[in-house]
Structure formats: C-alpha cells, structure tokens
T-cell receptor, first 114, second 114 residues
Framework: DVKVTQSSRYLVKRTGEKVFLECVQD?????MFWYRQDPGLGLRLIYF???????EKGDIPEGYSVSREKKERFSLILESASTNQTSMYLC?????????????FGPGTRLTVL | GNSVTQMEGPVTLSEEAFLTINCTYT??????LFWYVQYPGEGLQLLLK?????DKGSNKGFEATYRKETTSFHLEKGSVQVSDSAVYFC?????????????FGQGTTLQVKP
C-alpha cells in the first residue's frame, strides 16, 4: 500500500514564525502536491513537484514556498506565518503522468496561526 | 475556467436511506471525473472515477455516471450505513494535463444516523 505521512497532525504557531510542513512517501512517486482545505472552498492547489528539485506554482502560491531535495520528501514552507494561513494542509502523491493514475493523500496537518 | 460545484451540506440521512449528492462541472476539453471521500481524521481516498461520457464508476455500493450532456457526475448509493458518514468531494482533471492537477468542489458532509 502507498503510504503518505505528514510530520504533524496538529500544529500551533505564532504570526511571523517560519513554519515547515513535511510530507514523506514510500512508493517512489514522481509527483507530489500540496493542497490547503478550507470549509466551503474544497481543496486548492498551492504547489506541486514532478521531480526532485522541480516545482511549479499552483493556484494559491502566495505566502508559501516548497523544497524537494529528495524524491520521497516534499516540504511546504511558510516564510512568515499569518492568521489567514490557518487551515488544513494536505499532501498528495501520484505515479507517472497518466490521467488514469490515482492521487494518494496523507492524513493532513491542521495548522493554527495565532 | 474549470470548476466543480457540489450541493450544499450537511446532508443528514437515516440508515438504509437512498443517497444522492449532486455534482456539476465546467471544463474546457473533456475531463476525467472523480469522487473522493474523507473519513473523520483521515486524508482523502479515491472512491470512484470515470474517464469518458456514459462511463459509470462504482465502488463500495456507490455509483456515479459521467453525463456529458448535463455536465454532471452525481454520486448515488441505494442504502447508506452509519459508516458512510464522511465528507465527499467531486473533482475533475482535464485531459492532457500532465501535472495531474485536480480541481475540487467544496465538499459535501454526509451524516448517517442509526
């Protein structure tokens, strides 16, 4: 089974702090994604990566950056956390480019910025 | 642009009732369509998918038919159980999208009472 793990289930940070959210997968998938989930808005794509050191902006990249130094790990970075970044963050992975291939999701990190 | 619209929730049903969750989409081209489910405290899991018009996706008693003429992909189940209580997301992926980007609806919460 594909396993996607996220470093924390719950995180509380203060405004202005630098925050790292980590995602690790064990299935050698090329593609990794970061989404945020907000009530009434569904999931929105922040960034994705299709290979090591490769990254592309999603729909809402402002205030975020990412790092992918190893194939199995994809980090989301909030350079200076703000209260409007309080949300549930979900990591996902996918093998290959076929539109038939499934995305596998981690359990999520619920981040609260005070 | 591409978008997905789901019916407002929460939907509250008694056990063994019939379920319909409406989903309509707007897309350029000819998308693939998906239903994901999120059980409490967990990440999203693929429930079913359909990749061309008139395809029926099915899994765990749930079904959805890709209707190109009405741009819809409604989720149905004949007899719900308490264990079906979850949040359901409709999503699309446009063809030729080698990024694998999914576009999600806002989610519909289903509560099933014994």
């Amino acid at each position: 089974d594909v396993k996607v793990t996220q470093s924390s289930r719950y995180l509380v940070k203060r405004t202005g702090e630098k925050v790292f959210l980590e995602c690790v997968q064990d299935m050698d998938h090329e593609n990794m994604f970061w989404y945020r989930q907000d009530p009434g808005l569904g999931l929105r794509l922040i960034y994705f990566s299709y290979d090591v050191k490769m990254k592309e902006k999603g729909d809402i990249p402002e205030g975020y950056s990412v790092s992918r130094e190893k194939k199995e790990r994809f980090s989301l970075i909030l350079e200076s956390a703000s209260t409007n970044q309080t949300s549930m963050y979900l990591c996902a992975t996918r093998f290959g480019t076929s539109e038939y291939n499934e995305q596998f999701f981690g359990p999520g990190t619920r981040l609260t910025v005070l | 642009g591409n978008s997905v619209t789901q019916m407002e929730g929460p939907v509250t049903l008694s056990e063994e009732a019939f379920l319909t969750i409406n989903c309509t989409y707007t897309a350029t081209g000819y998308p693939s369509l998906f239903w994901y489910v999120q059980y409490p405290g967990e990440g999203l899991q693929l429930l079913l998918k359909a990749t061309k018009a008139d395809d029926k996706g099915s899994n765990k008693g749930f079904e959805a038919t890709y209707r190109k003429e009405t741009t819809s992909f409604h989720l149905e189940k004949g007899s719900v159980q308490v264990s079906d209580s979850a949040v359901y997301f409709c999503a699309l992926r446009t063809r030729g999208s080698n990024t694998g980007k999914l576009i999600f609806g806002q989610g519909t919460t289903l509560q099933v009472k014994p």
